[in-house]
C-alpha cells in the first residue's frame, strides 16, 4: 500500500503458500496469503489514495508514471529473472518480451494520461452549453493470470492509474513476485501511498471478495472464460463495470497462395510462445490441402529441433507449463485426442532425463483432426499445434469462425483481396496478416465471443477506465424556462416553439 510488503492480518493463520520453480519443482518464495481482511484494508486504502491522485493534474500523473518506466528499467534484470523463475519461461522471453513490453507500456500510458479529452464542447442546444467531462471511475479491482504475470498486471494497472484510479490488484496466487518488484518499482517512482495496492490470495476468497467489494467501481479480470463467466455473475450483484480478457483458440489460416516457409516457422513460434500457454497462440492451423502435408512436415521439423531445458540458460528454447498439475491438463488432451484417433506427427509426451522433474511437455503437432474432437475445440494452453485441411476459402473462413473463442487470428497469403476477406470475415479481437503474435502498446487487445470484452493497452484501454459525464450549463439565465411548459401551465411564460422539447 504504501511500497511495502505487510504479513497477511490473520497472521501466522494465514495459510502458508509456496512460489514454486515449475523447471525444478523447488520454492522460489515462501510466505502467508492474504485473505479477505486484507482485500478491505486494501480497498480502503486505495479509496483514501484515489480522491487526491484522481484530483491531480494528468501532467502530475504522467510524470510520476515516466519515472516509473526508469524505475522498472533499473531493475530489468532482477525483474526477467523474477519473471523466469515463477514461471519457467526462457529467459530469452522475459527479457526480450516481458519486460521491455512492460517499460513500454507504462512510458505510453505515461503519455496517454494527458491526452484524456471529453469529446463535447457547445451548443447543442440554443439554451445551454454542453461539456463531457471523463472522469476517474474511483476504485478498481484487478484479477491476473499466471502466463505473463508481469505483463498483465502492467495491462491491468498502468491505464487505471493514468486515468485516475487506485487499483487493488490480485495476481495469481502461482505468480506474484513480478507484481510486487512493479509496484515497489511504482513507490520508488512518487506513485503515492495506497494508489496501488497488490494483495496475493487465491481466488475463490480473495478474488470473489474483491469483486464482489461495494467499495470497488470496476472489475478488470484477465483469465478463463470459465472464471470471467463467474466474475461477472458476481459483479452483477452491485451493477459493477467488468472488464474480461479471457481464454482463445487462435485459427491460424494457410491460403494456397503462401509463402510456405514463412507460415511453417509463424505457426512454430506462434504456436510454442511461452510454452503455449498465451490467449492468442496459434492452436488451430487450417491449411489448403495442396500444402498441407508439406506444411505437417516442415512444422514437425521445426518442432523436434526445439531445445527444451533449464529456462535461465540463453540456449533454451522452451520451458516447463507453469506446473504439474496442468502438464497433467495438457497430457489428458492429447491423449484423448490420441484415443478419437487423431495422428500425433510429433511430440505428445513429457521428456525424461534431467527434464523429468520439471513441468515440461514436448512440442506437439497433431493431425488427421475432426473438427468436433475436444482438442480442436478446447482451450489447451500447452505447445500444441493442431491442423485440418481445407479446400475453397469459404470453408477455411467457416472453419476459423467455428469456435466459442473470438481473441486473435491469422491469415497467411500473398493475395491482397483474400487478405481483406480474412481480415473481414474473421470473429477476432485481432486478426494478423502473414504473422502472428506481435502487440503493441498504441494497439487494443481484446476478444469477442467467450474471449470477453475490453480492451487492454492503447488510448481504447484508457478511455475503459473512466466514466462519461454529461455536464449541460443553462445560457438563458432565466427562472421561467421555455421547456417548463411541457410540465405545467404558466400563463405569464411565454409560449414557445413547441420543437423545444426537453431531451
Ligand atoms: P484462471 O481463470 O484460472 O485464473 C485467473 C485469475 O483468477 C487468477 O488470479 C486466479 O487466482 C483468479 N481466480 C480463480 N478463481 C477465481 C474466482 N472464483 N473468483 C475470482 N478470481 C478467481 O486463469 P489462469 O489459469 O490463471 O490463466 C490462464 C487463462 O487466462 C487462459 O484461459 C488464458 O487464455 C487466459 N488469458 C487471457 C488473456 C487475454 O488477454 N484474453 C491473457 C492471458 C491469459
Redesign the pocket.
Same mark, same amino acid.
Given at each position: 500500500m504504501d511500497g511495502a510488503r505487510r504479513a497477511p492480518l490473520a497472521g501466522d493463520a494465514a495459510p502458508r503458500h509456496e512460489v514454486v520453480d515449475p523447471a525444478s519443482g523447488r520454492a522460489v518464495a515462501v510466505g502467508g496469503l492474504a485473505g479477505p481482511a486484507d482485500v478491505d484494508a486494501a480497498v480502503e486504502a486505495a479509496t483514501r489514495a484515489q480522491r487526491e491522485w484522481g484530483a491531480a493534474p494528468p501532467a502530475e500523473r504522467s510524470t510520476v508514471m515516466h519515472r516509473w518506466a526508469v524505475e522498472l528499467e533499473a531493475v530489468a534484470d532482477e525483474l526477467a529473472r523474477a519473471e523466469t523463475s515463477q514461471t519457467g519461461k526462457p529467459i530469452r522471453l522475459s527479457r526480450e518480451f516481458d519486460v521491455p513490453g512492460t517499460i513500454d507500456n507504462t512510458a505510453f500510458f505515461a503519455g496517454a494520461a494527458r491526452l484524456l479529452e471529453g469529446r463535447a464542447a457547445g451548443e447543442y442546444s440554443a439554451d445551454h452549453t454542453s461539456v463531457v467531462r471523463r472522469e476517474p471511475l474511483g476504485v478498481v479491482g484487478s484479477?491476473?493470470?499466471?502466463?505473463?504475470p508481469l505483463q498483465?498486471a502492467a495491462w491491468k494497472v498502468l491505464p487505471a492509474v493514468a486515468a485516475g484510479d487506485a487499483i487493488v490488484l490480485?495476481? *495469481?496466487?502461482l505468480t506474484p513476485l513480478t507484481a510486487l518488484l512493479m509496484a515497489e518499482a511504482g513507490a520508488r517512482a512518487g506513485l503515492p501511498a495506497g494508489v496501488l495496492n497488490v494483495v496475493t490470495g487465491?481466488?475463490?476468497d480473495v +478474488?470473489?471478495h474483491l &469483486?464482489a467489494h461495494p467499495g470497488v467501481a470496476m472489475v478488470s479480470f484477465?483469465?478463463? *472464460?470459465a &472464471?470471467g463467466r463467474? &466474475?461477472m455473475s458476481l459483479a452483477a450483484g452491485s451493477a459493477k463495470r467488468v472488464h474480461l480478457?479471457?481464454? +482463445?483458440k487462435a485459427p491460424f489460416v494457410v491460403f494456397d497462395d503462401a509463402d510456405l516457409e514463412a507460415a511453417v516457422h509463424g505457426a512454430v513460434a506462434g504456436a510454442l510462445i511461452n510454452t503455449g500457454q498465451d490467449?492468442t497462440a496459434a492452436t488451430r492451423a487450417i491449411v489448403h490441402r495442396s500444402l498441407h502435408d508439406d506444411f505437417v512436415a516442415g512444422v514437425a521439423d521445426l518442432m523436434r529441433a526445439v531445445r527444451l531445458g533449464d529456462p535461465l540458460d540463453d540456449d533454451t528454447d522452451q520451458g516447463p507449463l507453469i506446473s504439474r498439475v496442468h502438464q497433467g491438463r495438457v497430457a489428458a488432451h492429447v491423449e484423448r485426442a490420441r484415443a478419437e484417433g487423431a495422428k500425433v506427427v510429433c511430440g505428445g509426451a513429457a521428456p525424461g532425463g534431467a527434464l523429468a522433474a520439471g513441468a515440461y511437455y514436448e512440442p506437439t503437432l497433431v493431425a488427421g483432426i475432426d473438427r468436433t474432437a475436444s482438442i480442436w475445440r478446447d482451450?489447451v494452453?500447452g505447445p500444441v499445434l493442431c491442423v485440418v485441411p481445407f479446400d475453397d476459402d469459404d470453408t477455411a473462413i467457416e472453419l476459423a469462425n467455428d469456435t466459442e473463442y473470438g481473441?486473435a487470428a491469422s491469415a497467411w497469403t500473398r493475395d491482397v483481396v483474400r487478405a481483406g476477406r480474412a481480415t473481414r470475415e474473421i470473429q477476432a479481437g485481432c486478426v494478423w496478416v502473414n504473422d502472428h503474435i506481435p502487440i503493441i502498446s498504441e494497439m487494443p487487445?481484446g476478444?469477442v465471443k467467450a *474471449? +470477453?470484452f475490453g480492451k487492454?493497452m492503447s488510448a481504447y484501454s484508457l478511455e475503459e477506465y473512466t466514466s462519461v459525464k454529461h455536464v449541460m450549463t443553462d445560457l438563458t439565465g432565466t427562472a421561467r424556462k421555455p421547456w417548463h411548459r411541457t410540465v405545467f401551465t404558466d400563463r405569464t411564460t411565454t409560449p414557445v416553439d413547441s420543437s423545444e422539447e426537453p431531451a
Open positions: 484479477i491476473a493470470p499466471w502466463n505473463y498483465m490480485k495476481p *495469481s496466487e487465491a481466488g475463490p +478474488g470473489e &469483486v484477465t483469465g478463463s *472464460s &472464471v463467474r &466474475v480478457e479471457l481464454g +482463445g490467449c482451450e494452453f481473441l487487445h476478444g *474471449s +470477453g487492454d
